[in-house]
């Protein structure tokens, strides 16, 4: 990737490149592309931002990478984005704008000077994936189909590679659909970057052969489940702050607190690390989801989970492992920081670890396992509207954001409400 102004400028004549593709992401955390031709393209865009259609686009020139996807040959650039106060629809908020105000907080907070996360980002391969939905229902089909070729996977590792992503593939694909890739650990921003640009390559690189890619956190009833796990660390000065001695995983009290604040607020968190009804069927989906309250090394059903010591400070990390694909990562990775330096900020205690043996069978959650997440989306953004102030820490988020959020998780609840769904026609039909 281009690393300054002038170097994107150049490789608009060095590389052919016939026009701009522009994409800003929305408050859902779909992109949203805006093309220009290329001669259009000038320095000043990124020096005072580029007016279109009624908003500011700021364009990131350490973004720029030549689109493979596209044609004409593309030279893709994320950009940032304000619009007047009263601009309608999803653009009204950056969540890209967020992230970058959360590390601005982190520098200048006294508590730290820079944040690394990681993400282990799951999905789907599907030789076939069919959906529709309209006025008159909704429905979807879904084949797993054969192994999945190994060029399609080849293909996707170089071209992460080839547009700068930092990105760990498997040798070979699993054997199911579910597949992971894993992303090496950055700034919030840099990695939320990546892990878009992640998503938009595994599905181009999908239907470029016939297959389908989906990050849907459970898309069918098969018990296996797709999950983002996020490496979460804090540093100042250069220097490891999570790495303690002689305690539980060698963790600090500054990693305690942190995984204090990160529990705390975990059912509000869910709000954004878990946004659509789908990430309820995974936590859902049996003893070893994910949604337990609590922190251990083994127990695959703590919402976080601490890796096993190997001697280096530098890796001292904590693992939030409640996230989804259906997640808008700026957001959700400016919250986590946000609750994370809120338990730092108030020396909020973890209490023990959780660890023992993981489940042997589909049992239903034991209650005497204690605080778990919210059952569903509404109980989730219920939490949200009852758990922001960490949030508003800085007016890194504002009221008008957590208010606009929830509505428009709200109106996705309705919509699915009041659908008619497949099984109710299967239902009827056999009366």
């Known amino acids: 990737m281009a690393t300054s102004a002038q170097d994107v400028l150049r490789r608009l004549g060095d590389d052919g490149i016939e026009r701009i593709d522009l994409k800003v992401t929305d408050l859902a955390g779909r992109w949203r592309s805006i093309g220009l031709e290329a001669h259009r393209f000038g320095e000043g865009a990124f020096h005072h931002g580029l007016a279109l259609d009624g908003l500011v686009l700021h364009p990131d020139p350490a973004s720029a990478w030549i689109d493979p996807f596209l044609s004409p040959r593309s030279l893709s650039l994320i950009a940032a984005v304000e619009g007047p106060p009263d601009s309608a629809g ?17 520098a200048g907070s006294g508590l730290a000077d820079a944040a690394r996360f990681g993400a282990e980002a799951g999905y789907f391969l599907f030789q076939e994936l069919t959906s529709q939905a309209d006025d008159l229902g909704c429905g979807y089909r879904v084949a797993p189909g054969s192994a999945i070729p190994q060029v399609l996977h080849n293909e996707l590792g170089h071209t992460l590679a080839a547009l700068g992503i930092r990105a760990r593939l498997p040798h070979q694909p699993a054997g199911g659909p579910l597949q992971s890739l894993t992303l090496a650990s950055g ?31 459970r898309p069918t009833l098969e018990p296996a489940c797709a999950g983002l796990a996020v490496h979460q660390s804090l540093w100042r000065a250069g220097h490891p702050l999570f790495a303690g001695k002689g305690t539980y995983g060698d963790l600090s009290q500054t990693a ?16 954004f690390t ?13 003893p070893q989801a994910p949604a337990r309250l609590a922190y251990a090394r083994n127990d695959p059903a703590t919402t976080v989970a601490v890796p096993e010591p190997d001697g280096d400070p ?3 990390r904590l ?3 409640q996230a989804d694909g259906l997640a808008n990562p700026y957001l959700a990775f400016s919250a986590m920081l946000l609750a994370g330096l809120d338990g730092v900020r108030h020396q909020i205690d973890p209490g023990p670890p959780a660890d ?5 069978t589909m049992a239903p959650p034991d209650p005497a396992d204690g605080q778990r997440l919210p059952a569903d989306l509404g109980a989730a953004l219920a939490a949200l509207a009852a758990d922001q102030d960490y949030l508003l820490a800085g007016d890194v988020f504002s009221r008008e954001l957590l208010d606009d959020w929830i509505a428009l998780k709200r109106s996705d609840m309705e919509a699915l409400k009041h659908r008619p769904h497949p099984l109710e026609f299967v239902a009827e039909a056999s009366a």
């Open 314 to 316: 530098g890796r001292r």
């Open 356 to 360: 023992r043996e993981p489940a042997p």
């Open 319 to 321: 693992v939030l492992r």
């Open 90 to 106: 999803r653009l009204r908020h950056c969540p890209r704008t967020v992230a970058a105000h959360a590390q601005a907080l982190l």
């Open 256 to 271: 305690r607190w942190y995984l204090g604040g990160l529990l705390r607020h975990g059912p509000s968190l869910a709000a």
């Open 187 to 217: 700034d919030p921003l840099r990695t939320a970057d990546a892990l878009m640009v992640s998503r938009y390559v595994v599905r181009n690189v999908a239907r470029r052969h016939g297959w389908s890619a989906t990050f849907l956190p």
């Open 274 to 286: 878990n946004p659509g009804t789908n990430s309820y069927r995974r936590l859902g989906s049996g």
